[in-house]
């Protein structure tokens, strides 16, 4: 880790647009230590063989067909910044379109000093990630990423086996895995909200009814993924959720300001406000009818059916 080399690179920042991207991805590396990723034999077969056990127990419980993405990853914190960067190059793009600016070159570096913050904590936190790869272009393949060094780090600092945890986490990835494998228009869906409600906004307008479709239609990835991982995982969990929400909860200030800026705070409410519906959905239908939600987009719960599972229920019935 260069800190110092990190300011360095932000405040060379150039280039025509108003990110210098290939310096974000250097200096967030230059502040984010890299971690190991030298595993035992073992431990690569730990990381195989749950992935192997989620896809078996999240396609008997969920009664959805789906396959594993291509690309399964174990990542260290630097690889996973370099894998995202191109991701919030590719959200960003249509907003850099349209950005005029008085100062340009201030700007420049203060955006990328801005993003450089937020993908280096990013990176220091991320345990695994299933990345749907959005907008991106060409034949692009969905991927899975674990960040060994990261839930090496969090399973200690909650006094958790790290095995166990690994397997926890690796079921939650699993489960997204299952959603957009059940349902291939998931990720036009949502990329056509993401370029609708962006490229509002780099007009200097704020498309509400997009956003709202965007918050609804990930309140349903998030919760539809803790209810399948809750009912599908082998083992015992109760203690895992607790310690992290702890953890969570007892973060200071900076981190808790970090989460907001991120919307983690809003992540952490879709997560809640998902599994209520579904777990309400499901006590009345099962887990296939749960899954009801995946045949199309028009079976996707609005943000209304959301807080009132009844209602959807009557729609799609």
């Given at each position: 880790m260069?800190?110092?080399?990190?300011?360095?690179?932000?405040?060379?920042?150039s280039?025509?647009g108003?990110?210098?991207?290939?310096?974000?991805?250097?200096?967030?590396?230059?502040?984010?230590?890299?971690?190991?990723?030298?595993?035992?034999?073992?431990?690569?077969e730990?990381?195989?063989?749950?992935?192997?056990a989620?896809?078996?127990?999240?396609?008997?419980?969920?009664a959805?067909?789906?396959?594993?993405p291509?690309?399964?990853?174990?990542?260290?914190?630097?690889?996973?910044?370099?894998?995202?960067?191109?991701?919030?190059r590719?959200?960003?793009?249509?907003?850099?379109?349209?950005?005029?600016?008085?100062?340009?070159?201030?700007?420049?570096?203060?955006?990328?000093?801005?993003?450089?913050?937020?993908?280096?904590?990013?990176?220091?936190?991320?345990?695994?990630?299933?990345?749907?790869?959005?907008?991106?272009?060409?034949?692009?393949?969905?991927?899975?990423?674990?960040?060994?060094?990261?839930?090496?780090?969090?399973a200690?600092?909650?006094?958790?086996?790290?095995?166990?945890?690994?397997?926890?986490?690796?079921?939650?990835?699993?489960?997204?895995a299952?959603?957009?494998?059940a349902?291939?228009?998931?990720?036009?869906?949502l990329?056509?909200?993401?370029?609708?409600?962006?490229?509002?906004?780099?007009?200097?307008?704020?498309d509400?009814?997009?956003?709202?479709?965007?918050?609804?239609?990930?309140?349903?990835?998030?919760?539809?993924?803790?209810?399948?991982?809750?009912?599908?995982?082998d083992?015992?969990?109760?203690?895992?959720?607790?310690?992290?929400?702890?953890?969570?909860?007892?973060?200071?200030?900076?981190?808790?300001?970090?989460?907001?800026?991120?919307?983690?705070?809003?992540?952490?409410?879709?997560?809640?406000?998902?599994?209520?519906?579904?777990?309400?959905?499901?006590d009345?239908?099962?887990?296939?009818?749960?899954?009801?939600?995946?045949?199309?987009?028009?079976?996707l719960?609005?943000?209304?059916?959301?807080d009132?599972?009844?209602?959807?229920?009557?729609?799609?019935?």
């Open positions: 260069n800190p110092l080399r990190s300011l360095h690179t932000i405040s060379r920042a280039g025509d108003p990110v210098d991207w290939t310096a974000v991805g250097a200096a967030a590396k230059d502040a984010t230590t890299p971690g190991s990723v030298e595993l035992s034999e073992a431990e690569i730990g990381y195989r063989g749950d992935v192997r989620a896809r078996r127990s999240i396609r008997e419980v969920a959805v067909s789906f396959d594993l291509e690309t399964v990853e174990i990542q260290n914190r630097h690889h996973w910044i370099d894998a995202n960067v191109s991701t919030f590719r959200v960003m793009a249509p907003v850099e379109a349209h950005t005029d600016v008085v100062f340009p070159d201030v700007s420049r570096v203060l955006n990328t000093g801005s993003t450089t913050l937020m993908l280096s904590f990013l990176g220091r936190n991320v345990l695994g990630q299933y990345d749907p790869l959005l907008l991106a272009e060409g034949d692009a393949k969905h991927a899975l990423y674990f960040v060994h060094p990261n839930i090496r780090r969090v200690a600092e909650l006094d958790v086996d790290e095995e166990r945890f690994r397997r926890w986490i690796a079921f939650h990835e699993v489960a997204h299952a959603e957009f494998g349902a291939p228009w998931l990720s036009n869906y990329e056509s909200g993401m370029e609708r409600g962006v490229e509002a906004l780099a007009n200097g307008s704020f509400r009814e997009a956003f709202r479709e965007l918050d609804a239609a990930m309140t349903a990835v998030e919760g539809y993924a803790e209810l399948i991982m809750d009912r599908a995982f083992d015992e969990y109760a203690d895992l959720r607790e310690k992290v929400d702890q953890r969570r909860r007892g973060r200071g200030p900076l981190a808790r300001l970090m989460r907001r800026l991120l919307g983690l705070g809003l992540k952490r409410r879709q997560y809640e406000r998902g599994k209520a519906f579904f777990e309400t959905v499901a009345a239908r099962g887990i296939e009818g749960a899954s009801v939600v995946w045949e199309s987009p028009e079976t719960p609005t943000s209304e059916e959301l009132d599972p009844a209602e959807w229920l009557a729609r799609v019935d």
